[in-house]
Structure formats: C-alpha cells, structure tokens
C-alpha cells in the first residue's frame, strides 16, 4: 500500500497560467490535465470560459508531483485554502478510511466519490482547520 503527501495549489481561473510558469521555472512535466468542460455532471450554464478551466492537473517536478486547479465560477478561495494537502493511495478503500477519519469533527467539503481523474476522491477540512484532498490512483 502506498500513501504520499501532495501539495495542491487552487487558484481563480489562473492555473493554466501557473502551470506554464511551472514549465518554464521549474522544468514542471504535465502528467494530467482535466478542464471542467472534460468532467460529467457540469451545469448546462457553463460559460465556454468556465469549461476552459482546469478542474484538476498533476505535474512532475523533479521527483515530485504538484496539483493544481482553479475555482469554478466567482467562487473566491477562503484564507488558507490556496494550498492544501492531497493525500495519495492506491487503494479506494484505504482512501476512503483516511477521508472518513479526517472528517470526524471537521466539515465535508466535497463528499468521497468516484470521479473522471480519480476513482475514489474527496475534499475535507479536519478539526483543526487543515484542508485535506483525498486521492486515490490505480496504477494501470
């Protein structure tokens, strides 16, 4: 079983920006990149603006991995919440333990599901005020 700590960057519509400065700064390889336009379930009311956003990318720098994303809409992002914690397993069931472990006490930001990028995921801010993304990858 494998579990690692991920930072994931979540900015106003600029991630593709940041993701092409990441390129250039850091030598950021992209591994994945999903637009909301890309991800089931989007509102009809999706501007071709909103769809263009990125709703999840992981990139590669050096012998690490960074997450990024944008708010969708005029969503702001609250103090503290620009950067999170992804957490990463390889197994959905071990994902979903430490997801419903951290929620004890703390609020449900986006409930543990399947999603287009991972098949088990969910977002939770623990006890402490501490954002956790919860990530689940299945190496094929």
Do not use: W
Not at 24 to 40: K, Q
Not at 95 to 107: C, H, M, N, P, V
């Amino acid at each position: 079983m494998m579990v690692k700590l991920t930072p994931y960057i979540t900015l106003e519509g600029r991630a593709k920006e940041a993701i092409q400065f990441y390129k250039e700064t850091l030598g950021a390889e992209i591994i994945s990149i999903f637009t909301y336009g890309e991800m089931p379930d989007m509102p009809d009311t999706f501007t071709d603006e909103l769809k263009s956003l990125v709703a999840h990318a992981k990139l590669k720098v050096g012998e690490t991995e960074l997450m990024l994303s944008d708010t969708p809409g005029d969503s702001t992002i609250e103090n503290g919440k620009r950067v999170t914690i992804c957490i990463t397993t390889n197994e959905v069931e071990k994902s979903k333990r430490i997801y419903e472990a951290l929620r004890q006490d703390g609020q449900v930001n986006m409930s543990f599901k399947e999603e287009p990028f991972s098949p088990g995921f969910g977002d939770v801010t623990d006890k402490f005020g501490v954002t956790f993304q919860i990530y689940t990858e299945i190496e094929e």
